[in-house]
């Protein structure tokens, strides 16, 4: 018989190991290597470019790790356990899918396009939760991360930017925009994507099965919604429109872009 008390077996939360939630030392170390190369970049120590490429990569996979504990989280709370029993809750990027398409191909188009691209995914159990609003809020999770942290970012940013420090807040305003790119591409209504996810289970079955066939194809229609000329601006107007909007100044991302490029410079 399981039992829950500290040092007699594993310990038991809602009957998962509490190892399962313990955060993972892949995670610890990118936390540590995002303190780490900000602290350098601020002080500018050795090449202030690789410094900031540091602390823009370490920070956006940070984000992309907390993106994919909020849906496994909140898939836990509604009524998913094998997210636990998989290591969604440890907040290992490996955990996430495939490590090149997870993490690789979204850190290369950070480095060269400066978007956000969503990365990595956790496989729900749908049938353990119920309820349709419970469905769309495990979706929402992800992109609610993203969008706290492009708020937190932005005040940090306002409150703290000066001319002393440039470059580390080039950095800060990259990551903000980042993950501002990132918020608003998960929410678009994309089958495959945290939007199209959003408001599937509302839709009627018939529908529902059409979505679930375009769902594996989800990112190569966003790369061809991107693609188009006409769709790819509209995207990136909204973009720039709201960081106006959010007081997030364009030369320093500008700036921040440029730095991380350490190979062109």
């Known amino acids: 018989m399981p039992n829950d008390r500290p040092g007699y077996g594993e310990p038991l939360l809602l009957g998962v190991p509490r190892a399962a939630f313990r955060p993972s030392p892949v995670f610890l170390a990118l936390v540590a290597l995002f303190v780490t190369t900000g602290a ?24 992309l790790c907390l993106h994919e504990y909020a849906h496994a989280l909140v898939a836990f709370r509604a009524g998913d356990r094998s997210v636990a029993h998989r290591g969604y809750l440890t907040l290992n990027p490996l955990k996430y899918s495939h490590p090149l398409l997870s993490i690789a ?20 159990d749908r049938h353990r939760i119920p309820g349709r609003l419970r469905h ?10 993203n969008v706290l942290f492009t708020v937190v970012l932005v005040v940090a940013l306002r409150l703290g930017a ?12 990259l990551l903000a925009f980042l993950q501002l ?7 678009l209504p994309v089958p495959g994507l945290d939007g199209g996810n959003m408001i599937q289970p509302w839709l009627s079955p018939q529908w529902q099965r059409g979505y679930d066939l375009m769902a594996p194809f989800g990112f190569l229609l966003l790369f061809g919604l ?29 700036y921040g872009l440029e730095l991380i490029r350490f190979w062109q410079g």
């Open 162 to 173: 000066d001319d002393a420090y440039p470059e580390f807040w080039a950095g800060v305003a």
């Open 105 to 124: 191909l979204p850190v290369v188009v950070v480095l060269l396009g400066g978007i956000g691209l969503p990365g990595g995914a956790v496989w729900v």
């Open 181 to 187: 790119t990132a918020s608003l591409l998960n929410l």
């Open 226 to 254: 991107l693609w188009n000329p006409r769709v790819g601006g509209w995207f990136f107007d909204a973009v720039f429109a709201l960081a106006d909007l959010l007081g997030l100044p364009a030369p320093f991302y500008a």
């Open 40 to 63: 350098l970049t601020w002080h500018r120590v050795g090449n202030v470019r690789l410094d900031v490429f540091g602390f823009v990569v370490s920070g956006w996979l940070v984000s």
């Open 136 to 145: 769309t809020l495990v979706s929402l999770a992800g992109p609610a991360t």
